[in-house]
Nanobody, 122 residues
């Protein structure tokens, strides 16, 4: 098992910034990748960003490229999502996920956090 706990969500005005954190516990040795997904009401879960634990390679969804940055701190078993230049369309519940089953950008992961709400006002 690998419990994941997200934090850092909240209410922000458009153009502002937020940083989300995802802390992993339990079986963390040999992890492959950790990702962020988001889901707005009435929409499918959308890939936001991912990072691999071995090489630190990063991947981003088209809608957040150039605005969001994913990073990791191996010593703290934590993955961060720095979100800049926020837009109202970024409003969603953001989920942290670890260990992809198929491909990194697909929402098929073994472990999920409970989600944290991000609301961006115009």
């Amino acid at each position: 098992q690998m419990p994941l706990v997200e934090s850092g969500g909240g209410l922000m005005q458009a153009g502002g910034s937020l940083r989300l954190s995802c802390v992993a516990s339990g079986r963390t040795v040999g992890r492959v990748a950790t990702a962020w997904f988001r889901q707005a009401p009435g929409k499918e879960r959308e890939f936001v960003a991912a990072i691999t634990w071995s090489s630190g390679s990063t991947y981003y969804g088209d809608s957040v490229k150039g605005r969001f940055t994913i990073s990791r701190d191996n010593t703290k078993n934590t993955v961060y999502l720095q979100m800049n230049s926020l837009k109202p369309e970024d409003t969603a519940v953001y989920y942290c996920a670890s260990e992809p089953r198929v491909v990194i950008t697909s929402p098929e992961y073994d472990y999920w956090g409970q989600g944290t709400q991000v609301t961006v006002s115009s």
